[in-house]
Nanobody, 127 residues
Framework: QVQLVESGGGLVQAGGSLRLSCAASGRTFSSYAMGWFRQAPGKEREFVAAISLSGARTYYADSVKGRFTISRDNAKNTLYLQLNNLKPEDTAAYYC????????????????????WGQGTQVTVSS
């Protein structure tokens, strides 16, 4: 098993930036593909970004492409999500997730491909 704990959320004005972190413990972090999802009140949890085992491949939702950057540091067992040029519609609880590696972007967008989830960190963007 792997345990995931997110941090870094907060309240920010539109156009601002945040960096989310996801600290992993338990089984070997580098053996998991990682993803970020978000869920706004009354909405389904949606894919935001994902990264392969080594970090060589990254995938993004169209809504965040060019504004968000996913990265990982396997030596520190930590996943990151840099959020730039934030918009009010980015307001949501953000969750990191760990799962098995896949071969396509579509694979990584599916929630059921991920076996472990954190508790979430809230991001609120004011207009």
């Amino acid at each position: 098993q792997v345990q995931l704990v997110e941090s870094g959320g907060g309240l920010v004005q539109a156009g601002g930036s945040l960096r989310l972190s996801c600290a992993a413990s338990g089984r070997t972090f580098s053996s998991y593909a990682m993803g970020w999802f978000r869920q706004a009140p009354g909405k389904e949890r949606e894919f935001v970004a994902a990264i392969s085992l080594s970090g060589a491949r990254t995938y993004y939702a169209d809504s965040v492409k060019g504004r968000f950057t996913i990265s990982r540091d396997n030596a520190k067992n930590t996943l990151y999500l840099q959020l730039n040029n934030l918009k009010p519609e980015d307001t949501a609880a953000y969750y990191c997730a760990a799962g098995r590696a896949g071969e396509s972007r579509s694979y990584y967008t599916l929630r059921y491909q991920y076996d472990y989830w954190g508790q979430g960190t809230q991001v609120t963007v004011s207009s």
